[in-house]
């Protein structure tokens, strides 16, 4: 939590940090959606493991990358005016 | 004298300014409690309290505003931006009204106030919290524009910044912050619009200003042997220390520019056009600066968009090894090297 690691959130209480995330929205939102939506908790966890999978595997893939070349420095600087 | 880090000397100033007279105020974000983003205003609010260390929202143009204000109506601010790139955020009161208001109202008011931030790449934190936007402000007619590059010069050109009557932009290379140097105890100003010829040398001027001043001084001195190359350090980019420029270009002629900004419309652009308005050159002038992109993150691109000391180095070659080559280059390992060095040298002997 906090602006950056090295944030050590003196500008609030941990009571007030502790107190919005008993709020957190994503767990909030699984609750509304077993509640009022048409799914079930199956399926929510199913769609979260997909979504999980699918971050690995672009991290996974973005390690496993060439390194950069310098060539491409000036790369989408501009758009391209075609040939 | 006290040996000290360049933030602490810019530390130093403030609070020798803000005991010396009452009407300075320090403003910006996170300035108090959290000490600023890069530490330089820590301790400043348990010392002077909220009154004169003024913590401000995330809204640069209407705290800009605050401030320019306040430095019309009295009070001598300097304000803290977390990064120079935020600075756009606050262009309409810096440049729009800061900037002219003494003019416009005929001199009937001055706007004492410095606006601080810390600039420059090569930490891999991307394009909106690495730039060099030096060039727009020095592009504006009544901003000073300095950028120190030393801890005495920090603290110098910072006290001269704050006791100056008009608007200046102050700026901090981030690499330098924790670069330590002499600085003396007393309260001193360097006069703002005034360059240093910080290493004197006869083959090459190579004018640069900030962080870049340290890649020209380690390429002049892995090219001693070879090149004798002046180090200029312009201190001020606006005013412009034209005389100085002239004078060194003059001696040696030739010249180099190395700047952290991109090239196209920077700095090196305007101190290129001054010279070669006035010395006739012994060769084509050169520029090294950050390739016109904006900073990369990723950190093999950021290394290779910014200027380096071996950039430096291979333009001081190019532009000494032209045709009017000098004659007392003549090394030996040298004219092993390169085949066309008698030839070169005999066409240059005059």
Known sequence: LGHSKSDKCVYRTREEELAWLARDPIKRCRRRLLQDGDVTETEIDELQRRVQAEIDDAAERALACPPVLEETLHDYVAASTGA | MTRMTFREALRSAMIDELVRDNRVVIMGQDIGVYGGAFKVTQGLLERFGPDRIIETPISENSVAGVAVGAA????????????????????????????????????????????????????????????????????????????????????????????????????????????????????????????????????????????????????????????????????????????LLVDSVGKTGRLLTVEDDCLTGGVGAEVAATVAESVTLASPIARVGCADVPTPCCEPLERAALPSVDKVIAAAERIVESPDELVHRDSEDRRERDPSHRRRVACSRR
């Open chain 2, 72 to 243: 019309v109506t009295g009070l001598r601010p300097v304000l803290e931006f977390m990064f120079m790139d935020f600075m756009a955020l606050a262009m309409d009161q810096i440049c729009n009204h800061g900037a002219k208001l003494s003019y416009m109202y005929n001199g009937q008011c001055h706007v004492p106030v410095v606006f601080r931030a810390p600039y420059g790449g090569g930490f891999g934190y991307g394009a909106s919290h690495s730039q060099a936007l030096e060039a727009w402000f020095m592009h504006t007619p009544g901003l000073k524009v300095v950028i120190p590059s030393t801890p005495a010069a920090a603290k110098g050109l910072l006290t001269a910044a704050i006791r100056d009557d008009g608007p200046v932009v102050f700026l901090e290379n981030k690499a330098l912050y924790n670069l330590e140097g002499q600085v003396p105890d007393e309260p001193f100003t360097i006069e703002i619009g005034t360059a240093q010829v910080v290493r004197a040398g006869s083959d090459v001027t190579v004018a640069a200003y900030g962080r870049t001043v340290w890649l020209a001084i380690e390429a002049a001195r892995r090219l001693e042997k070879r090149v004798s190359m002046e180090v200029v350090d312009l201190r001020t980019i606006a005013p412009l220390d034209r005389q």
